[in-house]
């Protein structure tokens, strides 16, 4: 085999290799198949503070209860189908005080504007489902601010009045909770 014969040999074996081929030249590359990243799960667990005493309330960490809610581990998020379903969060406070709620969401345009609550015993967040632009395109805004007394407790956010379940409350991938300094 010629030097220019080798070059051509190489040449082709990587281009095959890379194409998911494979040649009679030697190869370093013994396995050409492609690795998926995993899918998130949800498992619903206690949330307990970072170091900077923020909860953290995922769709993974999350429990959604209701028949038509589902966990979408493509987008990391429950999808939203019917006015009684709701997500609830096991967490633990470390501090009694004032909590920013900041929401990530998506929902079509055609769906936005929906009543929902966020609660936390007898505290609550009122408001209404912004615009995100599709399901596709997730958005996240501060909703109001919240008072949680330290300890263990229960987290829902829900709808505020029941719709259509023909329609959609949006699509919930994140509830970040931040104590307010003074």
């Known amino acids: 085999m010629t030097l220019f014969q080798g070059i051509i040999t190489t040449a082709v074996s990587i281009s095959l290799i890379a194409c998911g081929g494979s040649s009679n030249a030697p190869s370093a590359a013994t396995d050409s198949t492609i690795q998926q990243p995993p899918l998130y799960e949800n498992r619903p667990a ?20 209701g028949t038509g809610i589902k966990y979408m581990p493509e987008w990391r998020a429950f999808g939203w189908f019917r006015s009684a379903d709701r997500v609830e969060w096991t967490v633990e406070v470390p501090q009694t005080g004032a909590y920013k709620a900041t929401l990530e969401w998506s929902v079509s345009d055609e769906e936005a504007g929906k009543e929902f609550a966020l609660e936390a015993g007898a505290e609550k967040i009122e408001g209404t489902v912004g615009k995100s632009g599709s399901w596709e395109t997730f958005k996240s805004a501060e909703i109001g601010t919240i008072h949680l007394t330290a300890g263990k407790q229960k987290i829902v956010f829900k709808p505020n009045k029941p719709f259509d379940d023909a329609g959609a409350l949006l699509d919930l991938r994140h509830v970040v909770l931040e104590p307010v300094t003074p």
């Open 46 to 65: 206690s949330v307990a503070p970072d170091a900077k005493g923020v909860l953290h309330l995922n769709a993974e960490n999350g429990a959604g209860i």
